[in-house]
């Protein structure tokens, strides 16, 4: 039996090796401003306001400060993720078509993860029920996970998967040891 369980879920930023609430960025890349407006049967019909509403007051509830950011352009998404160094404890991100073939946001995603910020990667459709090109990924293996299929909940399992892992990481000492 191990002596230190992980952190619950339910509690996932009450680690003793830090007092302070986890920050998550919600990141969002191409085309996801159109929510609630583009191919509903794919995407359903709830907006990106709805679901950075949502997961802000999911990550409230669980003791998280989100914040949220979304852009259709590579470079400002790769100054976002570049941006968690000097604040954020994690990442949730929604890379639309850029998970693909963006290598630079795999080696932004690769570099924060190596100074203690994890991510998850979450896509709303199945991506692997879709065209051939959306079935690989590049930047899901420097990830700490992926949730895809589920929908706009497939926010919230992704929110409480990186809040677990900052969770873990803290209490192993590997996230990073003070915001600058």
């Known amino acids: 039996m191990n002596a230190n369980p ?3 879920p339910a509690s996932p930023v009450s680690s003793a090796s830090s007092a302070s609430p986890a920050r998550i960025l919600l990141l969002h890349g191409p085309n996801l401003n159109l929510l609630g407006e583009r191919d509903r049967a794919t995407y359903g019909s709830t907006t990106l306001r709805d679901i950075e509403e949502r997961t802000t007051a999911l990550g409230a509830e669980l003791g998280a400060e989100v914040r949220c950011a979304q852009s259709n352009s590579e470079g400002a998404l790769i100054d976002l ?3 968690t160094r000097t604040g954020d404890d994690g ?3 929604n890379p639309g078509a850029y ?3 963006s290598y630079a946001l795999r080696d932004a995603l ?3 993860a190596g ?3 994890p991510c998850v990667e979450v896509h709303i459709s199945n991506v692997h029920a879709r065209e051939t090109f959306r079935h690989t990924s590049v930047t899901a293996p420097v990830c700490q996970g992926m949730v895809s299929g589920h929908g706009d909940f497939g926010y919230e399992l992704a929110l409480r998967s990186v809040l677990h892992r900052v ?3 803290r209490a192993a ?3 990073r040891s003070a915001r600058g």
Do not use: K, N, R
Request: net charge negative; hydrophobic share 55%; charged share 10%.
């Open 6 to 8: 992980a952190p619950s």
């Open 81 to 83: 993720v570049h941006s």
């Open 91 to 93: 990442i949730v991100f």
């Open 99 to 101: 998970a693909h073939y």
């Open 110 to 112: 690769e570099a924060v």
């Open 115 to 117: 100074l203690g910020v």
């Open 167 to 169: 969770a873990e990481w």
């Open 173 to 175: 000492g590997t996230a």
